[in-house]
Structure formats: structure tokens, C-alpha cells
């Protein structure tokens, strides 16, 4: 598989946005899953936003209402939209795609290259 290619990311200041693309190549099936995971120092890593083939979007609990997980598969690129932003956000940031079935995303593209979100409080 080849992995997906991430843009976005950077510094910015508390309360501030940024926005996270990822381009992926892998074959999607008709039942998909596209997803965004984080790591920050000394933490494991965490998915935080996943979005469906159906449209369904589920949230990791300290990232609802603030990030938006997006779709546009005519460019097999999805997106991940960060309003808000805490100092704990801050991470090492990594999108996937995926198979979706029995209520369950496996991711199989394996994941991206990573991208650093640094929020200052």
C-alpha cells in the first residue's frame, strides 16, 4: 500500500485553527472508513475523528465540537478541520484509510507520514 500523503499542520496560538489534508491512494471499498489518530509525548496514540462511506462521523470525546472531519473522495482527500485549538491538542497528527464493517474501522493504508500540531497557551 502506499502510504497517504499529509499537508497542514504547524504552530499556532490557543484558540486558533488550523487545517490537516490527506491525500491517500489505497483502494477504498464500498463500505470505507478515513481517519485522523494523534500522538503527543509520553502519550499513546489516540484516533480522534473517523468519517464513513455512509457520511457518519464519530469523535474522540475532548475533540467534539471543535474538529471537523471532512471528505472528498473525487480527490481521495480528507481533511481534518481543528477550531479551538487547546495547548493539549498539541501532537504529532496522522491520518489512515480504511475497510468499515461490523460497526469497526481497519485502517489499511497504513498511516501517514505525520504532521506536528504545536498550540501555545
Known amino acids: 500500500q502506499v502510504q497517504p500523503v499529509q499537508s497542514g499542520g504547524g504552530s499556532v496560538q490557543a484558540g486558533g485553527s488550523l487545517r490537516l489534508s490527506c491525500a491517500f491512494s489505497?483502494?477504498?471499498?464500498?463500505?470505507?472508513?478515513l481517519g485522523w489518530s494523534r500522538q503527543a509525548p509520553g502519550k499513546e496514540r489516540e484516533v480522534v475523528a473517523e468519517?464513513?462511506?455512509?457520511?457518519?462521523?464519530s469523535y474522540e470525546d475532548s475533540v467534539k465540537g471543535r474538529f471537523i472531519i471532512s471528505k472528498d473522495m473525487a480527490k481521495r482527500t480528507h481533511y481534518l478541520q481543528m477550531n479551538s485549538l487547546k495547548a493539549e491538542d498539541t501532537a504529532r497528527y496522522y491520518c489512515?484509510?480504511?475497510?468499515?464493517?461490523?460497526?469497526?474501522?481497519?485502517?489499511?493504508?497504513?498511516w501517514g507520514q505525520g504532521t506536528r500540531v504545536a498550540v501555545s497557551s
Open positions: 489512515a484509510a480504511g475497510a468499515w464493517s461490523e460497526g469497526h474501522c481497519t485502517f489499511i493504508s497504513g
Open positions: 489505497v483502494n477504498t471499498y464500498s463500505q470505507y472508513c
Open positions: 468519517v464513513r462511506s455512509d457520511g457518519t462521523t
